[in-house]
């Protein structure tokens, strides 16, 4: 019986390990209408490296935010969980570790095994009007 609960314990081990995407609010909105799972939305965003600080992308150099569906697999996994229950005009900073971005194989300057941090700001959520608002 102890070697089965032990074997058990090694198994369930490696889930309760898993590293989760951290969330910092970093401005946060009162709103009627946060974003949910299938929401077309519309983000800025600059993204670095966690263990140097570089910046490897950033929505602000183009002038225009990233626009994608949230909850399709359209971008990381990381970034799915983490733009969930926000207002239009929230901005968020994102810890996301590899497992929930690129994972061991990286993607362009992004090495494999990277934990990738992300400021954010909500710009739109598409057929919703942007609400007067007051900052929590």
Not at 20 to 26: C, F, G, N
Not at 39 to 61: C, K, M, P, R, W
Not at 70 to 84: A, N, P, R, Y
Request: hydrophobic share 35%; net charge negative.
């Amino acid at each position: 019986m102890r070697i089965m609960i032990i074997s058990l314990l090694a198994l369930l081990t490696p889930l309760t390990l898993a590293a989760e995407v951290e969330t910092e609010h970093i401005l946060q909105n009162e709103c009627d209408r946060k974003t949910t799972r299938g929401d077309s939305i519309s983000v800025h965003y600059t993204g670095t490296l966690a263990s140097t600080g570089a910046e490897f992308d950033s929505s602000h150099n183009r002038n225009q935010p990233l626009t994608f569906t949230v909850g399709k697999g359209q971008v990381i996994k990381g970034w799915d969980e983490g733009l969930l229950d926000m207002c239009i005009g929230d901005k968020r900073k994102l810890t996301i570790p590899s497992e929930h971005a690129y994972g061991d194989r990286g993607m362009g300057p992004i090495p494999g095994g990277a934990t990738l941090v992300f400021e954010t700001e909500l710009m739109g959520i598409e057929g919703v009007e942007e609400e007067e608002r007051d900052e929590l």
